[in-house]
Antibody, heavy 127, light 110 residues
Framework: QVQLQESGPGLVKPSQTLSLTCTVS??????????WSWIRQPPGKGLEWIGY???????YYNPSLKSRVTISVDTSKNQFSLKLSSVTAADTAVYYC???????????????????WGQGTLVTVSS | QSVLTQPPSVSAAPGQKVTISCSGS????????VSWYQQLPGTAPKLLIY???KRPSGIPDRFSGSKSGTSATLGITGLQTGDEADYYC???????????FGGGTKLTVL
């Protein structure tokens, strides 16, 4: 059974960089069949996809956050990480890491399935 | 404003059936598979339905999914109080080149 666990500071000051790590257990991040993703949920609001990474280091980001987001992977530790720069109060949210099965091919039916999620970690942006 | 449109809330009595709609466009639901997620209070979302109508192992057949054109529907029969949760639809959006979610629907079992 794959398990994911987020870790990182729960409080970040405005204009600083939010940094979180997701540790994967019960399966290898290098398995090749899956991507590894970050999703966030502001308090009382819906889900927002942030981006994903493949074990090789290939990344894909939400266009609305792309200028501020960096996702990286450390296969030796079975971890992947999120950095979000220049944060404001609007970035206050519960941040989830998740395993993603995604197939997107031109002229074919695409699918994006988040099958395993971490428990989430609340990050508050405040001075 | 979410790319996919869901009703903010639905309600029904225990034992009854309820449906939750998810409306999109040709760039998302119309040409891609839809997934549904259940988020119980204070917990992480959980995959409920994938590829429009398939259930992961362990999900009871009280939960079903369907898709027609640019809309998808989640159905839940034999409602239980434990089904009270927020439900989200999600899919790939070819125009936005990203994963999109609905705004979520809060299910109340009266």
């Amino acid at each position: 059974q794959v398990q994911l666990q987020e870790s990182g500071p729960g409080l970040v000051k405005p204009s600083q960089t939010l940094s979180l790590t997701c540790t994967v257990s019960g399966g290898s991040i290098s398995s090749g069949d899956y991507y590894w993703s970050w999703i966030r949920q502001p308090p009382g609001k819906g889900l927002e996809w942030i981006g994903y990474i493949y074990y090789s280091g290939s990344t894909y980001y939400n266009p609305s956050l792309k200028s501020r987001v960096t996702i990286s992977v450390d296969t030796s530790k079975n971890q992947f990480s999120l950095k979000l720069s220049s944060v404001t109060a609007a970035d206050t949210a519960v941040y989830y890491c998740a395993r993603l099965y995604i197939v997107v091919v031109p002229a074919a039916i695409g699918e994006a399935i988040f099958d395993y999620w971490g428990q989430g970690t609340l990050v508050t942006v405040s001075s | 404003q979410s790319v996919l449109t869901q009703p903010p809330s639905v309600s029904a009595a225990p034992g009854q059936k309820v449906t939750i709609s998810c409306s999109g466009s040709s760039s998302n639901i119309g040409n891609n598979y839809v997934s549904w997620y259940q988020q119980l209070p204070g917990t992480a979302p959980k995959l409920l339905i994938y590829d429009n109508n398939k259930r992961p192992s362990g999900i009871p057949d009280r939960f079903s999914g369907s898709k027609s054109g640019t809309s998808a529907t989640l159905g839940i029969t034999g409602l239980q109080t434990g089904d009270e949760a927020d439900y989200y639809c999600g899919t790939w959006d070819s125009s936005l080149s990203g994963v999109v979610f609905g705004g979520g629907t809060k299910l109340t079992v009266l």
